[in-house]
């Protein structure tokens, strides 16, 4: 499906949808567990691949038809063989996560995805499991899903790269947890998106599950992470609330800096583990006046004409598409580096927003690990672009399309709903003209 967006000013109150991350791991904390209330949850096309999985390993997930809450009925720590294929859909984090979850099944798990989880990496993670006693393949032998896993698994060491995905070592501590023995993850590189593991050990602390970072040989570098083993999953009094999403909010951030008039207000900002957050800082950065009440949970963003930086998106590469689209409207060169790691997502997202930049007349130049765009070389123009089926280039391309000159169609918009069902209703309701054709 299509979007239109007009170019248009944005103002007033919008609230971020609760965070893809959080939801994630909570749900399957409580289905790994006896069960909880998680409240807020982000109910998207993503968790509910979550939610699927948990089922198919024999707990159940009933999402409130207001959305409020979602009620997890767990597997006590014993996931079952599931009857079917685990379809994760477009979802890397639910692929990941429920990979090693099959290494505790004393049984066969298969799992799948769409095209683009079908062409996302896995390797380092089916080694880690055969690490750790389980057999784990790709049925093409390609380190890419359909995924067979065979439990159950021991536990023990496992050795595995830091630079392709976090969600290798969140998927080893929350499965290392009901392991017999344990699991240490031991990190062969840096890690990349290391905010997202802090995140996981966030919800296991949540969830009663103790799991640390292990020194490295300088006093800030870490070595690997730790789990005990045979620490059942437990909510305190049975309930957990999912914070609000850094990730999703970035794009109304970034909507308030280019085309508020004068300002953007958005709510379900309270601190939490979210490297993400980091987007307050940057479009403060750029010259746009920002005020962030931790303790109301809102940030407030003024218009402002913007300048371009320098941001290193290690930590934050989910932030690379919104980082991209306001700095082609910014003022100089906006240059994202550490991004190679964002070149293993639902597209490749390096050169997904320099070509998609550049048919609205953005100058942009890619390196293997970085994206400059030229800002105030060219003026942007409205253009028919693609989404790439990515829901984050949708959204980045949606704020660009706000201050082009002329109209832009942007294909696939119906991806939003992997993380931001809504989007562009929430954008008109702050008077963008933006919107789906049917
Ligand atoms: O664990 C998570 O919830 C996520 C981790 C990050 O992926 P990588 O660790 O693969 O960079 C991020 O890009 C993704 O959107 C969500
Ligand atoms: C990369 C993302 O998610 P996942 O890895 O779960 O597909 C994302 O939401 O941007």
């Avoid at 979602?70 to 984090?93: M, Q, R």
């Avoid at 799992?111 to 049925?139: V, Y």
């Avoid at 006093?219 to 957990?240: F, I, M, S, T």
């Avoid at 403060?284 to 006046?289: D, F, K, L, Q, S």
Wanted: negative net charge; hydrophobic residues 40%; glycine residues 12%.
């Amino acid at each position: 499906m299509d979007a239109h967006v007009s170019p248009s000013s944005v103002s007033g109150t919008a609230r971020a949808p609760p965070s893809k991350s959080y939801t994630h791991r909570a749900i399957l904390a409580a289905g790994l567990g006896d069960g909880a209330t998680v409240h807020d949850p982000l109910v998207s096309a993503d968790t509910r691949a979550t939610a699927r999985a948990v089922e198919a390993f024999g707990g159940s997930v009933a999402f409130a038809e207001d959305g409020t809450e979602a009620v997890v009925e767990g597997l006590s720590g014993s996931p079952g063989t599931p009857d079917d294929v685990v379809d994760c859909a477009n979802s890397g984090t639910t692929m990941r996560l429920v990979t090693a979850v099959a290494g505790l099944v004393d049984g066969t798990t298969v799992l799948t995805g769409d095209s683009s989880l079908r062409s996302r990496p896995q390797g380092p993670l089916l080694d880690a499991l055969e690490q750790l006693g389980a057999t784990a393949r790709s049925t093409r032998s390609n380190g890419q899903a359909p995924l067979v896993v065979d439990g159950p698994m021991v536990g023990g060491t496992a050795s595995i790269p830091g630079d392709v995905s976090s969600q290798f070592v969140t998927a080893l501590l929350m499965a290392g947890a009901l392991t017999d023995d344990g699991v240490d993850v031991a990190l062969e590189t840096e890690l990349k998106s290391a905010p997202y593991v802090d995140i996981t050990l966030d919800v296991l602390d949540a969830f009663g599950v103790a799991a640390e970072a292990t020194a490295g040989e300088t006093a800030d570098a870490v070595a690997g992470y730790h789990v005990d083993g045979g620490q059942p999953y437990a909510a305190a009094d049975g309930e957990y609330r999912v914070p609000g999403d850094f990730s999703s909010m970035s794009y109304l951030l970034a909507a308030g800096a280019v085309a508020g008039d004068p300002e953007v207000t958005v709510e379900g900002a309270v601190p939490s583990a979210q490297g993400d957050a980091a987007i307050i800082d940057i479009v403060e950065r750029m010259g746009a006046p920002v005020n962030w009440d931790r303790d109301a949970g809102t940030v407030t963003v003024e218009q402002a004409d913007l300048a371009g930086v320098t941001v290193d998106v290690g930590d934050t590469p989910d932030l690379l598409p919104t980082i991209a689209a306001l700095g082609a409207v910014a003022d100089g060169d906006t240059r994202i580096e550490n991004a190679e790691h964002v070149r293993y997502k639902e597209t490749d997202r390096v050169t997904a927003m320099a070509e998609e930049l550049a048919k609205m007349g953005a100058s942009v130049t890619e390196e293997q690990d970085a994206l400059t765009v030229h800002g105030g070389e060219t003026t942007l123009e409205g253009a028919t672009v693609d989404g790439r089926a990515d829901h984050r280039i949708v959204m980045a391309l949606a704020v660009a399309a706000l201050v082009a000159d002329g109209d832009t169609t942007i294909h696939g918009c119906e991806h939003v709903d992997v993380s931001f069902p809504g989007f562009f209703g929430v954008l008109e309701d702050l008077g963008a003209h933006a919107h789906p054709l049917d």
